[in-house]
């Protein structure tokens, strides 16, 4: 061993016994015949003395900037303590040392804030994981594992390993595949989840399964998405939903309690899909604020208790209102003396491109009881005050509206309540809100090829209630038009996610495990039968030999540690991330390959 | 929840109490009017009781084997106890039941003795699963998977997730390759181990670091390899050998301690690779029984002590043994009265074409301190002691000698050393024995191109005192005749591997941090300037930035496991093992993919 003790262990009652420390060369200050030097390692830096009777050998050896240097010495007492640090009641008379290694000059500074940027930092990674706060992501990234695999491991869950050269079986993402040199012309994929595994384990009765396991999907990457990414894998048998909930509820408040040191005791919300979306304007609200959506045209939508208020904002003759399909509004508290200069800028905000709105109503609640609008000339007194009130404004409240067809306006108005959120502090990065979003619909219309295309996925329970409705029913879609319908267009998956702070962390369902209800589904999703033999023979054939009610959920893992960590960028958290092109600079991957390689894969390429 | 309790739970101390459980019919026996039922869950088996009043209900409802139930009832005292299962003293009387799933009749029976061939329960490896053999191991694997976690954990390593997708960079085995659909003609490489990731790691200062990660190979399969395998991948900074011995000793016998309750105390044996390859005849010696190797002609290679013995089997005008490069004996305990047909059944055996070895010559040293052989023609009856006396054979035991090439003779010799280990049950499945190797040559020759190759891989160091030699000089080998003149032939690796009964569970070395050592290393192996760069300018470069020391080493966790469970056979111990093809026959996978995807990636199939 090159050291007696780390260079973050040392305290004053260590004073006066000789120690050996080894590490990096964090800085060097030179004081007349005197040099301090602090020396880093994982567990946190302590000061070195080098007397006068050393400065001949610094001299002719001199040390750099994160050189790898091993020195002996005696611990003293010093004079003047740092109390920042743990060990800064202390420092090492040095006695003797050794350069283990050299360094160049970094290309960059090693400390919590750089001078390096995005892509100089990705090419050297290993000098970034280096600075503290990188490192305490990927501690905190372990920390939330251990904690993940200690509660699963105290309730009954095995670890159990799936394979990663599987079949390909594309179903809505694209697959990685991996050419086969024993089987030419045949090729395997490396799976987008253990889905069908961890299913067949339920049916083989391991009750309780999970894995924390690297998944691949072959997408056009947006902005923080993954080539490969990490889940935490969970399947449950003789379990219904509710199961499910308490189980996984459980895990994440015992991360936050190991991890953070944080007791959610609440209960965690509960809200169903369509609540989510006329509240909030999205399936995964963050619901550390309030500010929820009011439906203008149709508030029972919202508060089944507003009803009645159908003419709110209809028969005043203004068009905009008139003619659009969902009237939105949300209350923004305490700024009803916004400026002009304000109102113009939110205006323009919402008119961008990626908002797509082609104007913005305001709605001032003055703290005297009084309403100023951009719409005055259409709404008296009284209209504003009714709106107010459906739209719960209080005195000093700003109402902000959008008009527009229904899936855009509701996206606009998430979007601007999100926005308003962050910009007056109701967004806390120290603040952590747990929701479980429910009552999913099973299917979405795919209008290109007039069929059911699965929300969630192809094993996907229906809610039991519905599971006639789905058996006694032909899938296919006679009439494109209505399609809505269609009775399949209500049925509501068995299906749940769990949302922290507005992110998805989590999503599960309960798994169909009925022959017939699996083949049925397939049949929906456009899948004859000779095609759910090939891709998914293996698992229609284990339904017939006892498979049990089962159900589970997967967690992102990156974006769950992103988020305990307070950042929502999951590259931050992984220790050789790749970037938006899905290629890792620091190895300079993918690249080509040799012939020769090409050639045993029976391959070759044919580059448009 | 669809039950109360598992069917591994309930105890004489339950009685009375109602329960609902849910699993799997095991067995049906109907005595009149009344059923017993045998319910199967992963914890255990309960036994039903169907009482008369529900003898129509089973009769419209009847199960089968494999059939999912629920079953509610009372617990109640068997009359008739079964002492062999822990729920054997209760039984339940059932109130109602529900059939979850019917089943099929299972392809081959679900118990430890089955009938299913190894292809049947591959194909249906979700049933086979089922069987409580397989499950144990499973489970077994599980145990071992938490208790190196545990151990690794507790002495401050690290779980830190490196890339799947990484740069081919082929050594030794083959990669297997992704194409990159946003890269195309490149291709991302599957890790045949996280290697150079984990040297980084250290590089940046985590310097603990764990992984239980899969791994990928595209080798011809073997009998027992599989494509995809699994290791305990570990890397420590700041140490030297000594120190990773004493850790991964630790570890080796904390999961002793914690899956088997094996208390191993005794500390780990050491032996050089030198002394293995002469003694047992390879690099991985079953340590737990004797009969090292002698050899005949130079004694001392084995036994120091014994020198001048040069003229032991020479100089009698015995061809075989004059002409041959090596002879060596082993002393078979007890099987001196050996009769002629057993001797020629060994004579038989070494002659086999996998063997290769042209005869056998034995030696019987009777009781009564006479000496017979098949050499008697040859050797006086004071010779044959002499021989006795140098390969320590006793009154009563059978010496057998080979003769030939060194490699061959040794490797025969040791195959046969195992084989009558086997016959004469020295190879005890509930022993285990621990062994570390050392001191590999870190070079071996490759005659077609005249160069070295790495023994371990391209990152291991020399022993610290022989880097001099492998900095000083030129690796190139300018008199391929005498290869073994060159400096390079005799450097011995920092390296270990750790042995359990006679297989390989772990390896790995002392690394090289050292830019100047890495790139003479990688020029020894044939690689120009150039190529290194190409291939591991990261790593060379990470070099430049302050390397600690460091090294590693990994265990093969399938491996580890099935010797745990008494095993040999890796397939055993994974849940969804691919067979000698690289086929997983349950998957049907590899498998054809669709054009489009061939057409997306911008390759085309070119079989031969």
Known sequence: ???????????????????????????????????????????????????EELNQQLESNPLGREYVIQVSGTVNERSSKNANIPTGAIEIAVQSFVILNKSAVPPFTIQDETDGGDDLRMKYRFLDLRRNTVKRNIELRYAVNRAA??????????????????????????????????????FYALPQSPQTFKQLLMVSGYDRYYQVVKCFRDEDLRADR??????????????????????????????????????????????????????????????????????LKFPAHTFPSKSGYEQLINGVD?????????????????CSEYTRKQTDELTEWVKRPQIGMKGLVFIKCNEDGTFKSSVDKFYSEEKLKAIA??????????????????????????????????????????????????????????????????????????????????????????????????????????AYDMVLNGNEIGGGSIRIYQRELQEKMFLALGMDAEEQQHKFGFLLGA??????????????????????GGSESIRDFIAFPKNNSGRDVMLDAPSSIDQKQLDELQIRLHLK
């Open 389 to 494: 009130d459906v739209s719960g404004a209080k005195s000093g409240d700003l109402i902000l509206i959008l008009a527009g067809t229904e899936e855009r306006t509701r996206k606009a108005m998430s979007e601007l309540r999100l926005d308003l959120g962050e910009r007056l502090g109701l967004r806390k990065k120290d603040e952590f809100k747990l929701l479980w979003v429910l009552d999913f619909p099973l299917f979405e219309y795919a209008e290109e090829e007039n069929r059911w295309v699965a929300r969630h996925h192809p094993f996907t329970s229906p809610k039991p209630s519905q599971i006639e409705t789905m058996i006694q029913n032909n899938p296919v879609i006679e009439d494109a038009a209505n399609y809505l319908k269609h009775p399949y267009a209500n049925i509501k998956a068995n």
């Open 226 to 295: 993954q080539p490969e990414f990490t889940q935490i894998d969970c399947e449950m048998a003789f379990v219904e939903q509710e199961d499910i909930l308490n189980m996984f509820e459980g895990m994440i408040k015992s991360i936050f309690k190991e991890v953070k040191g944080i007791d959610y005791t609440e209960t965690v919300e509960r809200m169903t899909w369509e609540d989510a979306m006329w509240q909030y304007g999205n399936d995964k609200p963050d619901i550390r604020f309030g500010m929820e959506i009011c439906n």
């Open 543 to 564: 339904f017939e030999y006892g498979a049990p009610p089962h159900g589970g959920i997967a967690f992102g893992f990156d974006r769950l540690c992103a988020l305990m």
């Open 318 to 334: 203004f068009k905009v209102f008139d003619e659009a399909e969902t009237v939105v509004a949300i209350a923004v508290p305490g």
């Open 1 to 51: 061993m090159y050291r007696t003790h780390t260079c973050g262990e040392l305290r004053i009652s260590h004073a006066g016994i000789n120690v050996t420390l080894a590490g990096w060369v964090q800085t060097i200050r030179k004081f007349g015949s005197i040099t301090f030097v602090d020396l880093r390692d994982r567990y946190g830096i302590t000061q070195l003395l080098f007397g």
């Open 149 to 186: 695999r200690n509660f699963l491991h105290a309730n009954g869950f095995m670890d159990i390993e799936t394979p990663f050269l599987i079949k390909s079986t594309p179903e809505g993402a694209r697959d990685f595949v991996v050419p086969s040199r024993m089987n030419p012309g045949q």
